[in-house]
């Protein structure tokens, strides 16, 4: 059971290059998140998907796009990555069950947008 | 716009004192979380507090929850040098997708 993984830990970009993160769960759990963590500004969520096939807007969705064609998979995909773009990017999942569940955090992605 | 206030930011202390960080927020909401996250690292649950009133203990740690003042707090016991690291409190909302806001975390640093 490796609860949460993210793909790939660190990556370098130039501005304007694509790239996509992945995330894999194999909880079996429902919804899942992207999150962006910058210094002095905690974590920010990005997008997040309530099941298979779904997702929706976070607080800061801008210049990110995201797909959940399985229910094990998360993927947060940068068109044109800009240097603000720079961050420590976590994945993260939490069940359906009570819907009062903590959420399992992927242990992150280094980003670097030169 | 929900906003989730941590403090202090920075705190330094030393082994064996007790201390206090504060989370406020400013929607109601009935679930409370606190997380670590040590550095260069990911997050790991702490304590999920699910009603007003709500105390957990874990080691030199003791989190509660007043739903009506919109406050938690964590409490440290005895600080010992492990426990230094940063903590953030979350603020879970279960209409949609169960989504959680986070404080911008309050620094930990135990000094012998």
């Known amino acids: 059971n490796a609860g949460v993984t993210q793909t790939p830990k660190f990556r370098v970009l130039k501005t304007g290059q694509s790239m996509t993160l992945l995330c894999a769960q194999d909880?079996?759990?429902?919804?899942m998140y992207w999150y962006r963590q910058d210094p002095g500004m905690g974590l920010r969520l990005i997008h997040y998907?309530?099941?298979?096939?779904?997702?929706a807007k976070g607080e800061v969705p801008d210049g990110y796009n995201v797909s959940r064609l399985k229910k094990q998979n998360f993927l947060l995909g940068l068109e044109s990555a800009a240097p603000s773009q720079t961050s420590v990017y976590f994945c993260a999942s939490s069940g359906l069950v009570g819907v009062r569940e903590t959420q399992y955090f992927g242990p992150g992605t280094r980003l670097l947008v030169l | 716009e929900l906003k989730v206030e941590q403090n202090p930011l920075f705190l330094s202390m030393q082994e064996g004192k007790n201390y206090t960080i504060y989370c406020n927020y400013s929607t109601t909401s009935d679930r409370l979380y606190w997380y670590r996250q040590d550095p260069g690292k990911s997050l790991e649950s702490l304590f999920v507090?699910?009603?007003?009133?709500a105390v957990k203990q874990e080691g030199r740690l003791m989190a509660s929850l007043d739903t009506k003042a919109r406050l938690s707090t964590l409490h440290i016991t005895a600080a010992v040098h492990d426990l230094s690291a940063t903590y953030f409190c979350a603020v879970g909302f279960s209409n949609t997708g169960n989504q959680f806001y986070f404080g911008t975390g309050t620094s930990l640093t135990v000094i012998p």
């Open positions: 998907s309530v099941g298979e096939g779904t997702t």
């Open positions: 507090l699910l009603s007003n009133g």
């Open positions: 909880m079996n759990h429902e919804y």
